[in-house]
């Protein structure tokens, strides 16, 4: 087990865990329109199976919603 930081709270997570399997026990929606930060840097969506999560990283799930008139 490890301890992370997702959208500002701590989690344990058995490491290693890979971003996309984070996204998924994090129950996202929309995955597919979700931008994740780790440690203050933006992960390209097609680099989200083979980046790992290590002890200690700060993760950011972020929704970018348009709208206005």
Request: no cysteine.
């Amino acid at each position: 087990m490890g301890k992370i930081v997702v959208n500002d709270e701590e989690q344990e997570v058995v490491l290693p865990v890979s971003l996309n399997e984070l996204v998924r026990l994090n129950n996202i929606l929309q995955p597919d329109m979700v931008s994740v930060q780790i440690n203050g840097e933006f992960i390209n969506r097609e680099d989200f199976d083979a980046t790992e999560i290590n002890e200690g990283d700060s993760v950011d799930f972020l929704y970018f919603m348009g709208g206005g008139q």
